[in-house]
Structure formats: structure tokens, C-alpha cells
């Protein structure tokens, strides 16, 4: 499949999340958008170390060329993941405490 | 024995240090002994400089590179020749008098303040003398401003006085106005010909100035002289010049600082000859000037100021020699004038002395009971400047009216007029002061008193000179020796009045002086040695009175402008010009930083979209936008 197909979704996904973030005001959703943000970037990781390695294993069917980025993947889910649980623990104690999650609440650091 | 020329300006150096640092430990004594005996130390210099130039001839003595910029050098350097060490002499030695005269005139200052007038003084000397002996015009400006400084500080002198600063700024201002001109022309020659040493200046100047570039550069030399040496239109200063203590009126104003304007052109007189545009242009000036303010001297009742216009009128007459080109003779009037001026000036100090301060001269009369030494070395300074035979004014001022004759029939006429005048302000005031009857009050004629001898010294000193001064040049009619032009020579080229026609002139200038100061005499005796003087005078003497309204006239057409422009620019440009400019970019500022506070909303949301923007604007305006147009058609 052409690489165009997968810059065109993951934009797609990018924009998405963007204006999840942008628009929405439950702060889930916006932590949703932001994975989505992330995972479109992932998959441009991942597309584009496909790409490479399918170019150079034309040429040397021993390069493991671009390789390293699906290893790399692996590393941002796993700190993603790790991330969520954290962000997660935070939107709990911010219900907890204000009864909402509502993130325009969250302004009391003005003035 | 040139090289101890340096010690002439170091000795008035060290004394205004001396003096000017310590002014407030040292009593009056010790500073009137460094005040006096520094010049006299410097005179005595300047005599054996004076004999050594006599038999070995100039030398220039050069000491450091003042500037030294790639291949355009300016020396440091004096040059000890015939000009400058008669100069010397005239300085030193009549600066050593009015030092000696100052000690007892301003004794009644208090010892802080009496140590500023020395130093002064002390300041001036050495100015001057830097001035005289500098080797190239760069050297000679640096004491043309000081001797400008130290004219403004001296007039100020008593600075509490509102009056007397403005006259001392009136004197700085206009002075600048002629500095400028000398300025230029040194700036011109120095573009011309890359140097300012007189020896190489005279020698490349008729080859290497066109005729164009000598008469300016002569022009604007003169102007430089018409400030210094008040001559029309910049000698107003002089006459408000007068607010300074007297014995420095004889000094700066009289006798020397004055004749800085006479001594720059009679040092340049190879380019001045080179031009006979300038040479008429300083004629004429130097004539009218001399007429002008002979008028005015004569309807004067202030004693300074009558004084004040007479050396406006004499450095008229040096002027007018120097035009018709008798360097020389200009230099002798110099000479004597300082003799004779220096002396009237000191006696008009000593009257006022004797009358408590007194200046006006319908308030005195008499005077020459009270004041005899005073009164007799006054009149002898009288006679001397208006020409009486075989003083020293005679010989000057015969030689210039023949120089004058020589060269044009019509200015001589005028120049006779004019000594005819001065004869007449120098009787009136001298019937006016010493005969007569006594005009002031009862407690004035109480007070007066002749001087003390540290005052009547001088005066009796420079009495002899005005007296005897004029034989070093006596006409050889009457068998003098031509000893002053001859000693000049090498330097100055002498206009000399040989044969038989020129003696037949001075029988007939001999005659006519005396029948004319016989006239005189009578006249003002008649009129002016009286009992009732009021001085008040109506209808055109009213307007000489007024010295012509030429102060009224400067302030109408100059002053006042000048005064109306800075008004303007100060309450309209600078207010609301560049005021509003500041005060509008401060208030700007102001409002566009309320405005944009605004933006601070708190809101996550909001952030974020500007973030979002941003980076979009980002991406627009940095990224090659050749890629993202290949990309997109890739894409599509």
C-alpha cells in the first residue's frame, strides 16, 4: 500500500484529536484526543519504518534498516500506558475534589 | 639659548596652579608674591630671549608631535623670532605692572577670592604667551581660546553680580563667533596644503593657494580677528567688557589679549599681501570701526567705558595699518598703545579707587589736587594717544596716517578725522576728571586720596614709556634710527617714508598735531573743566550717546530671533513634538498592553487553540514551501 494512504489517515487522526482537544471540555474526552494524537504520530513511526526497510530489502535482502522504529513503538504504548494510568489517578482526584471534570473549572490558578 | 624658551609659558603655568589649588591657604601675601614673580620671572626670560634673537636671528624650537596622524603632522613648537619676542616683551613686562597694580587694587577681596584672580590672571599670561609663541596656527588657537576663556572668567570675576556675567557671556559668544572664522580658515589651509606651520604655510603660498583660497582663508582669518580684537561688527562686547575689575580691563582689554587679532595678521602677512581684497576689506573695517566708536567715545560718561571705545578706536587704527599693508607700524601702535593704554586704564582704576568706586565722570572733577601722581601720568597718557609730538602715539600714529596716505588720499582724510576725535574724547575726559571743580559728594571728597605705591609705581613706569616708547621708530626726519622696522625686517617687511617729500609730510603733520591739540585744548578746557557737569544730552548726542542703538539694533535684528526661535522650539517642538512622540509611545504601549491582557483568559481551551495556530502559522510561513507543494501533489 502506498505510504500516502497511512500520511492520510494519520492526519486525519491528528486533526481529530487536535480538535477533540480543542472543542471538547470533559477532560476524558481531551485525554482521549490526546492518545488519538499520539497513536496518529505512532502510526507514522511505524509506516514510515516500513517503508524504509521495504526500499532497502530491494536492494540487500540483509538490512534491517528502519527496524529500530517498530521497537520504538513498542516503547511509546508501553509509556503511554503508563502515562494514562497517570493522567487517569489525576482526573479521579480532580473529580474527588471539584465533582466535575469539567476542565474549564480548572482555572483557579488565574489571577 | 633657545632652549629655554619653554620656561616663558611655564613660569604663568605654574603660578595659576599654585595659585588656583591652594587659593585657600595661602594669604594674600604669598599669593601676590607667585602672582608677580612668575611673570616677572617670565620677563626676565623673554628679555634674553629678546637679546639672543637680536644677534643669532629666529629659530623655531620644536618640542612634540601635538598630532600625529599618518603623514599630516602638527608640531608642537614655538617660534622665537622678531615678532614674537617683542610681543613677549609687551606681555611679560606690562603684565608684570598690572600684576604689581593688582596686588594693591584688589586687596579688599577676600584671600579665597583674591587667589582666583590671580590664577586667573596667571592663566591668561600664559594663554597669551602660548598664543605669541605657538609655531603654527593650531598652537596659536589653543591660546586664542584660552585668552577667550580667560576673558569671559575675568569679566565675571564678580560673578554675584547678574550684569556682570551677562557681559562676560556677551564677550564668550562673540568671541566664538570670530573663533569660528579662524577656525575655518585654519580647517582650509589645512586641506589646502596639509600643514599649519607658519614657516611652511608662507613659503607654499603662493604656489600652492589659488588666489580664491588666499582671500578666504585671509578673510576668514579676519574675522577671527574682528571678534578678538573688536572690531565692527563684533565689538560690542568690548565696551561691556568693562564690568571686569579694572587693572584687568589694562591688561586683556587694552593692552594685550585685544591685539591677538593684530599680531595673527601681522604674522600672516605673506598670505594677507597676497590678497588686496582682504587688505582693503581690513582697511575700511578697521577704519570705520575707529571712527565709529570715536564718536561714541565722545559723548561717554562712564570713565571705563570712554577708555573702552578709545581701544576700539586705536585697534581700528592698527587694523587700517595693517590693510595698507605697513605690518610694521601696525605692530609698533600695538606697542604703544599698550604703553599708553595700559596707563590711562591703571589711572582710571586708581581714580576709582580714590572714589570709593565711582565711575561716572559728571561726579568727579578736580581731581588732579587729590591725585597728583594719578592726574600727571594721565595726562601724559592723554597726550600720548592723541598725538602730541615726540610721545610715543605721535610716532605711531604719524607713521600709520603716512602709510594711509601712500595708499589712498580718501582714507587718509578719514583716518585724520578720526584722530582729530580722539583727541577731543581723550581732553574732555581728562578736563571732565582731573579740572575743574569737584562734582561728587561731601564723603567723597573726604575719601580721596592718592594710591599707594605699589599703584603709582606702574604708573610712573608705563608714563616713561608712553613718553619715550616712540623714539625705538623716531621718523628719520628727526633723526631717528628706524630701529623698530629694521629689527622687524627679517619677518615683517617695513613700509619705510624716505626722502624729501616724506620729511616735508611730517613737518606738516607735526603742525597740524600741534594746532589741532592747541584747538582742542581750549575747546574742552572751556567746556569741560567747570564746576556744574550734567551730562545729559538731547537730539544727536543723545544718539552718539547711546553708542548708535547698535546693542538695540543686534537685539532687534539678532538676539531677539534667536531668542523667539528657541522659545518656539522649546515650547512648541520640544512640548508637543517630541514630547508627544515620547509621552504617545508610552501611552500606546499602555493601552495595547490592556488590550492584550485580555488574552489571558485562564482558559485551557483558549491556550491550546493559540498553540494550535501558532503552529500552523509556523508551518506556513518557515517550512520550504516548495516540499509542502510537492507533497500535496504527491498526496492528491
Redesign the interface.
Known amino acids: 500500500m502506498p505510504i500516502q494512504y497511512y500520511i492520510i489517515l494519520a492526519a486525519c487522526l491528528f486533526c481529530i484529536g487536535v480538535a477533540g482537544v480543542l472543542t471538547r471540555r470533559n477532560a476524558i474526552i481531551v485525554f482521549m484526543c490526546i492518545e488519538l494524537m499520539l497513536n496518529a504520530v505512532n502510526l507514522m513511526l511505524v509506516a514510515f519504518s516500513k517503508m524504509h526497510y521495504a526500499a532497502a530489502f530491494a536492494t540487500d535482502n540483509a538490512s534491517t534498516a528502519g527496524t529500530d522504529a517498530q521497537l520504538f513503538v513498542f516503547f511509546i504504548m508501553v509509556v503511554a500506558a503508563a502515562e494514562v494510568s497517570v493522567g487517569l489517578a489525576i482526573i479521579v482526584m480532580m473529580y474527588r475534589n471539584i465533582h466535575s471534570v469539567d476542565i474549564n473549572f480548572l482555572n483557579r490558578l488565574k489571577n | 639659548m633657545n632652549n629655554i624658551a619653554y620656561l616663558v609659558p611655564l613660569f604663568p603655568l605654574l603660578g595659576f596652579l599654585i595659585n588656583g589649588l591652594f587659593r585657600k591657604s595661602l594669604s594674600k601675601g604669598t599669593i601676590g608674591i607667585i602672582g608677580c614673580g612668575t611673570i616677572l620671572l617670565s620677563f626676565i626670560v623673554s628679555l634674553i630671549l629678546f637679546f639672543d634673537v637680536k644677534a643669532n636671528g629666529g629659530v623655531v624650537v620644536n618640542y612634540f608631535n601635538f598630532i600625529d596622524v599618518a603623514s599630516f603632522q602638527i608640531p608642537f613648537a614655538f617660534q622665537i623670532d622678531q615678532l614674537s619676542v617683542i610681543f613677549l616683551l609687551i606681555i611679560t613686562g606690562i603684565g608684570f605692572l598690572i600684576h604689581l597694580y593688582s596686588t594693591s587694587y584688589m586687596h579688599d577681596e577676600s584671600s579665597e577670592h583674591f587667589g582666583r584672580y590671580f590664577a586667573y590672571l596667571n592663566l591668561f599670561v600664559f594663554s597669551m604667551l602660548l598664543l605669541i609663541m605657538g609655531a603654527n596656527y593650531v598652537i596659536m588657537f589653543i591660546g586664542w581660546e584660552g585668552v577667550g576663556l580667560c576673558s569671559y572668567l575675568l569679566i565675571g570675576y564678580w560673578f554675584k553680580n547678574i550684569n556682570y556675567t551677562n557681559a562676560a557671556k556677551k564677550a564668550f559668544v562673540m568671541n566664538r563667533i570670530g573663533d569660528l572664522g579662524f577656525l575655518l580658515a585654519v580647517f582650509w589651509l589645512l586641506s589646502k596644503l596639509g600643514t599649519a606651520n607658519y614657516v611652511d604655510v608662507f613659503e607654499q603660498a603662493s604656489t600652492g593657494l589659488s588666489s580664491t583660497d588666499v582671500t578666504a582663508i585671509t578673510l576668514l582669518l579676519f574675522v577671527g580677528a574682528m571678534g578678538k580684537s573688536a572690531q565692527i561688527p563684533l565689538y560690542t562686547w568690548l565696551p561691556d567688557a568693562m564690568a571686569g575689575p579694572t587693572p584687568v580691563s589694562a591688561l586683556i582689554h587694552a593692552a594685550t589679549m585685544v591685539t591677538a587679532g593684530i599680531y595673527m595678521i601681522a604674522r600672516s602677512n605673506v598670505l594677507y599681501s597676497l590678497s588686496p581684497l582682504t587688505q582693503d576689506v581690513v582697511a575700511v573695517i578697521g577704519l570705520a570701526t575707529a571712527i565709529l566708536s570715536a564718536t561714541i567715545a565722545l559723548f561717554q560718561n562712564d570713565i571705563k567705558k570712554v577708555l573702552a571705545y578709545s581701544t576700539v578706536s586705536q585697534l581700528g587704527f592698527m587694523f587700517l595699518a595693517l590693510g595698507v599693508g605697513a605690518y610694521t607700524t601696525g605692530v609698533f601702535h600695538v606697542m604703544t598703545h599698550a604703553f599708553f593704554k595700559a596707563l590711562m586704564f591703571l589711572g582710571a582704576g586708581s581714580v576709582i579707587h580714590a572714589m570709593g568706586g565711582e565711575q561716572d565722570i559728571t561726579k568727579m572733577g578736580g581731581l588732579v589736587k587729590k591725585l597728583p601722581i594719578t592726574a600727571w601720568t594721565f595726562v601724559i597718557g592723554v597726550l600720548a594717544i592723541s598725538g602730541f609730538p615726540f610721545t610715543s602715539g605721535f610716532v605711531s600714529k604719524d607713521e600709520i596716517l603716512l602709510a594711509v596716505l601712500a595708499h589712498s588720499p580718501v582714507l587718509f582724510w578719514f583716518a585724520v578725522f578720526a584722530a582729530i576725535l580722539t583727541a577731543a574724547y581723550m581732553f574732555r575726559l581728562m578736563m571732565l576728571v582731573f579740572f575743574g571743580g569737584f562734582r561728587g559728594t561731601h564723603e567723597q571728597e573726604h575719601h580721596l586720596h592718592e594710591s599707594p605705591s605699589a599703584m603709582t609705581i606702574p604708573l610712573i613706569i608705563l608714563g616713561v614709556l608712553s613718553l619715550i616708547g616712540g623714539f625705538v621708530q623716531l621718523p628719520h626726519v628727526f633723526g631717528g634710527e628706524d630701529f623698530f622696522n629694521q629689527f622687524l625686517a627679517p619677518i615683517v617687511p617695513a613700509v619705510t617714508h624716505e626722502g624729501a617729500e616724506a620729511a616735508t609730510l611730517e613737518y606738516y603733520l607735526l603742525g597740524g598735531t600741534i594746532v589741532i591739540l592747541v584747538i582742542v585744548y581750549v575747546v574742552t578746557k572751556k567746556l569741560f573743566a567747570v564746576d556744574r557737569f550734567d551730562g545729559v544730552y538731547t537730539g544727536f548726542k543723545k544718539v552718539l550717546a547711546d553708542k548708535w542703538y547698535i546693542d538695540e539694533l543686534y537685539n532687534a535684528v539678532i538676539v531677539n530671533p534667536l531668542d523667539k526661535l528657541a522659545g518656539f522650539l522649546k515650547n512648541v517642538v520640544e512640548k508637543s513634538g517630541i514630547d508627544g512622540i515620547v509621552n504617545g509611545v508610552g501611552k500606546f504601549v499602555n493601552y495595547a498592553s490592556r488590550q492584550l491582557r485580555l488574552l ?6 483558549n491556550y ?2 493559540f498553540m ?1 495556530l501558532s503552529i500552523a502559522v509556523l508551518f506556513l510561513v518557515f517550512w520550504n514551501q516548495e516540499i509542502i507543494v510537492q507533497f500535496l501533489q ?2 492528491f
Open positions: 489571558q483568559s485562564g482558559q485551557v481551551g491550546i487553540l494550535v504527491k498526496i
